[in-house]
């Protein structure tokens, strides 16, 4: 099939446009810049150079295309009107890249007993208000004759295979670790992400090109852990011997933005993937913490 992914040179949507070239699609995708068109041509994608605000770049595209997978903005709705208008009345697929940040709770490192499977009621928080409203609208677009999928990662690690190759949480950690000579989480670091290994999450796109259902929606993980956790064995990859350290919302919100500190780091997002599981979609990727210990952190 012809594929258009956008985020090609990206962390996500590098890996995921990556991986449907190596099965044989014929894949297109978006970049922001011509100096990144070799990168992403050695993975087997030809690069249309555009951003997400370039409506007729994307319509046509999309157009030419038999799926378009958006991987580039879990927030941006100019380029999600452009592309799904493109598509209503195709039946083509459109797969939208989501986070489960959308059932966040801004907790400043405290845990909490909340778990959501795709089925579950939530109300979002005013930080992700627009995109939770964003998704309802994409999947609205399964009444106008296209097949809309949202689907809704949560903390992904591992090293991606595309021309993007670092995800966002897990570096982060690693190199404040490095700066600091001791790891440091946002508060008490007891809060609780799920997560998901790259090499998992990418699967899942493709069988949703193949098998997911118009307005299909699917949370993505394998496995949960604390930033405490996470904090404790980047220090036992680095050889440090003591405990991580607790930082205020003041400082973690100087090394990383308040946005990231408290809606990412110092947050919870607890999920289940039960849908994608029904799918078809089977995890066997190594988990989080074996992944810090020993796998592509280390190295």
Known sequence: M??????????IGGSVAAHLSAVGHQVTGLIRSAEKADAVRAFGIEPVVGTLDDAQVLSRAAQAADVVVNAASADHKGAVVALLNELAGTGKPFIHTSGSSIIGTRARGEPTDAVFDEDTPFTPSPARTARVALNEFIMAYRDKGCRPVVICPSLIYG?????????????????????????????????????????????LYALAIDKAPAGGFYFVENGENSMRELCEAINRMLGIAEPPSAMSMA?????????????SMASNSRVRAKRARQLGWQPKARSLIEEIERGCYRE
């Not at 400082?251 to 809606?263: H, K, M, N, R």
Request: hydrophobic fraction near 40%.
């Open 2 to 11: 012809k594929i258009f992914c956008t985020g090609a040179s990206g962390y």
């Open 159 to 203: 090293i991606g295979h595309g021309a993007g190759r670092d995800s966002v949480q897990v570096p982060l950690l690693i190199r404040l670790a490095r700066k600091r000579g001791n790891a440091a989480h946002a508060g008490p670091g007891e809060n609780i992400w799920s997560n998901v290994h790259i090499d998992d999450l990418v699967p």
């Open 251 to 263: 400082e973690a919100a100087a090394e990383w933005s308040e946005g990231t500190a408290e809606d």
